[in-house]
């Protein structure tokens, strides 16, 4: 005979399992950001790529971002202590976040409101944002490859950038791949395309076309520390540069004057031109194309900054053999960009074409190079949003 104290026991227990099954099921499912709308910002779709506008004040983007991107992607910030076990880092760990707080004094005024009215909306923990916008400084994370294909080369006569984002593969980071388009009151409107809570640029465009992507560089010959904490973190440095600059001579003149954290290439393209600067923490040094195709990976090239033995890198070999094709398209650029995949760690490829403002992007489990490319064009986004 079924007592009223058992039926509840076993109502509990029917209670325990569909939750168990329901959790299982989300867990297996691949995560997804809810389209919504909060103030001025809004997230939504575009062939199945989640673009987020968010426009304003710093305080605004901020709240907006908050609320719209980093409090549905909470399930990050669980993640972060495992991250940092991965990565080896336990012992660090409380020195970076020392240091974080330390450079969060050398944000920009405007991000650093940002980040603030950001973890207040969202719930995510303050330094956990700083140490998310400063780690690339400390340590370095991935690979990366860029190939810029100039007007003479291009099948399109547009500028074409194709770029491979390589990090180590990490629980389902790919799946919180977002497109952020920024439009700041009195600066160049801006997407860029990264992680929640990462408010700097690792790829990015501007409304005047000024296009740029980050790859890592691990050793230089000029006698140059490998970290400066002085200086701007190098992600906040190049949001500036599309939040101000719409040429690449202006990038330069931006990038030279500012106190420098790290060693990088930054790959740089406007609508006429790509160049790589490759930077240490005491010098720059520009490297302009050959033959209207312009080549990046993850070694300086240039003297006095190229390690002797150092910079042999296969795939930028391969993406120099670019130079024997006529001319080149977004679909040709992509299979370069295929032809220099690393596994696993490729979890973002894009083409992004300087003039018409248009990003092709792939994003996923790795290589990403092996799935087909969603077109979003950023014109209307960058001047009005969604209407």
Same mark, same amino acid.
Request: hydrophobic letters at 40%.
């Given at each position: ?27 297996d $499912? &691949? ?12 997230l ?5 790529? &989640? ?7 710093? $305080? ?8 719209l ?24 760990y ?14 920009? &005024? ?37 190939? #810029? ?22 629980a389902?980071?790919?799946?919180y ?21 990462m ?25 140059? &520390? ?23 001579? $202006? ?68 993406l120099?053999?670019?130079? $024997? ?9 992509a ?14 490829? #894009? ?37």
């Open positions: 005979m079924t007592t009223p104290r058992n039926y509840l026991h076993m109502a509990a227990l029917r209670l325990l399992l569909v939750w168990a099954f329901a959790s299982t099921a989300r867990a $499912e &691949p995560f997804r950001y809810p389209e919504a709308k909060f103030g001025n910002g809004e939504r779709y575009v062939n199945n790529v &989640p673009i987020l506008v968010v426009q304003g004040s710093p $305080e605004d983007i901020g709240e907006q971002t908050g609320k991107a980093l409090k549905p992607a909470s399930g990050l910030v669980k993640l972060a202590d495992t991250f940092v076990k991965a990565q080896g880092w336990e012992r660090l409380p020195t970076f976040l020392r240091l974080g707080t330390f450079m969060a004094g050398r944000f920009p &005024p405007d991000h650093l409101k940002e980040l603030e009215a950001a973890a207040q909306a969202s719930g995510w923990p303050r330094d956990l944002l700083v140490f998310g916008n400063t780690v690339p400084d400390l340590r370095k994370l991935g690979g990366c490859s860029v190939l #810029m294909v100039e007007p003479g080369r291009s099948a399109t006569h547009g500028l074409l950038f194709g770029r491979n984002l390589d990090w180590p593969p990490f389902r980071l790919h799946e791949t977002l497109v952020t388009v920024y439009r700041p009151q009195g600066k160049h409107a801006f997407a860029s395309i990264a992680y929640p809570g408010l700097g640029c690792f790829s990015g465009m501007n409304d005047a076309g000024l296009t740029l992507a980050d790859l890592t560089v691990n050793s230089a010959s000029d006698g140059s &520390p490998k970290f400066n904490p002085s200086g701007t973190p190098y992600t906040l440095a190049l949001r500036r540069v599309l939040e101000e600059c719409a040429t690449v001579e $202006e990038a330069e003149k931006l990038l030279r004057s500012g106190t420098r954290t790290t060693m990088q290439n930054v790959a740089i393209a406007d609508k006429k031109h790509g160049a790589v600067f490759e930077i240490t923490t005491k010098n720059i040094v520009k490297r302009v194309s050959t033959d209207n195709i312009c080549v990046c990976t993850n070694h300086f090239r240039s003297k006095g900054l190229a390690v002797p033995g150092n910079a042999s890198c296969p795939r930028y070999e391969l120099a053999k670019s130079r $024997e094709a006529a001319t080149l398209d977004v679909r040709d650029v299979k370069k960009m295929d032809a220099v995949h690393q596994g696993a760690w490729t979890q973002q490829t #894009m083409v992004m074409e300087t003039g018409a403002l248009k990003l092709h992007l792939a994003f996923g489990a790795g290589p990403a190079t092996r799935l087909p490319l969603a077109s979003v064009d950023l014109r209307e986004l960058f001047k009005d949003g969604w209407k």
